[in-house]
């Protein structure tokens, strides 16, 4: 678009097939020049190009470029450095993070409702006067469907005929006004980036292994300074400005998940076998011992192991019991304190950035 982050997602041979088709002519061939033209991906479908720098400017080829994909420190804070970020498989959002505004007089949604992708361009014969292409009330000016493209990394703008949006050099005979997608089209998208926003808890001493938790649906939404999401009354561009730029942080989450982690991972542990015709245990808050073998559960935390002059701390929880009648004895034993306990799972990442946007979010721990 006008940014020049898009390149066409055509080949001149299709271009020149749309414009003069083989074995056709107009007006003669009217209908079936407008069936083959409705067809094509020409004027309709463009990718983002190879060589896209990943950094958004203005909507208006203005301004330095704003990086899409930041680093994520260990404490969730942002650098301003642009991440690592792999063009593989890289598809672009069914909606932008930006909250939809509300009907005059609606309720408020229990959960936000964000917008779809947005298209805007300059109306002709007006220049300072833009339109939303997928919202327009302007009847001469063009109305287009937009989709992201499943195949690659890109946008299909579909206006009817495709020609409403072409290369500003295009003699169409409908005789009404064209717009030249790369200076006067602004597309708004949100794509995912490779960048992991992570918390790292670092326990005392020094650790001999280290735990990485994925947590499910804890993300980072980023909205790029400049993004252009609306226009005005009058035709004029909306943007988001700095203070706008997380509209989503899922950080707290993660903190959770790593003070509970601590608290876990952070306690000396110890696996045991114990094996007994009778033991006296203690339950919580009871004021006397208890004898009962068969009181013992799958599942107990075992905190620790008394002899008559010693004890052994162990802090894991009783995971098998085994019963052995000729002998008379029961087997019961603790978990290993390198088993697995934490259910892990993936986050997901998205960013935001007018032009294209960018997010993400997971996390990292350490433990002893």
């Not at 949604?109 to 302007?138: C, H, Q, S």
């Not at 009354?233 to 993660?254: P, W």
Request: hydrophobic share 35%; net charge neutral; proline share 6%.
């Amino acid at each position: 678009g006008a940014d020049g982050s898009l390149d066409k997602g055509w080949t001149s041979e299709e271009e020149t097939q749309y414009t003069t088709p083989t074995g056709l002519t107009l007006p003669a061939d009217y209908d079936k020049v407008k069936e083959l033209r409705s067809r094509s991906r020409v004027w309709r479908e463009y990718n983002v190009k190879k060589d896209w720098n990943f950094k958004a400017k203005n909507g208006e080829n203005g301004g330095a470029g704003m990086i899409v994909n930041p680093v994520c420190g260990d404490d969730g804070t942002l650098v301003e450095t642009a991440a690592s970020l792999s063009r593989r498989d890289k598809r672009f959002e069914d909606f932008i993070p930006i909250t939809a505004p509300l009907p005059e007089g609606a309720t408020v949604p229990p959960e936000p409702v964000y917008m779809a992708p947005r298209a805007f361009a300059k109306f002709k014969g007006r220049d300072t006067i833009w339109i939303d292409l997928v919202n327009n009330a302007i009847t001469e000016a063009p109305t287009a469907r937009l989709r992201m493209l499943d195949d690659r990394f890109g946008v299909e703008v579909a206006c009817n005929p495709n020609d409403r949006i072409s290369s500003g050099n295009f003699d169409n005979t409908g005789g009404f006004q064209t717009i030249n997608w790369s200076t006067e089209l602004i597309l708004t998208l949100a794509m995912r980036c490779d960048a992991r926003l992570s918390y790292t808890i670092t326990t005392s001493g020094d650790p001999f292994r280290e735990l990485i938790i994925d947590v499910p649906n804890a993300e980072l939404w980023l909205i790029a300074e400049g993004t252009v999401y609306d226009i005005d009354k009058d035709g004029a561009l909306k943007r988001k400005v700095s203070g706008d730029r997380i509209a989503r942080n899922d950080i707290a989450k993660l903190k959770q998940v790593g003070a509970m982690a601590k608290a876990w991972y952070a306690t000396p542990r110890r696996s045991a076998k114990l094996m007994f015709q009778s033991l006296t245990y203690q339950l919580p808050d009871a004021d006397e011992d208890v004898t009962e073998p068969q009181s013992l559960h799958i599942g107990l935390l075992v905190k620790s192991v008394f002899e008559v002059s010693d004890s052994a701390p162990l802090n894991t929880p009783i995971w098998s019991r085994s019963i052995d009648f000729i002998a008379n004895t029961t087997v019961y034993e603790t978990l290993s304190p390198v088993t697995p306990d934490f259910a892990l799972g993936k986050g997901r990442r998205r960013a935001a950035h007018y032009h294209h946007q960018a997010h993400h979010a997971a996390h990292r721990r350490r433990k002893p």
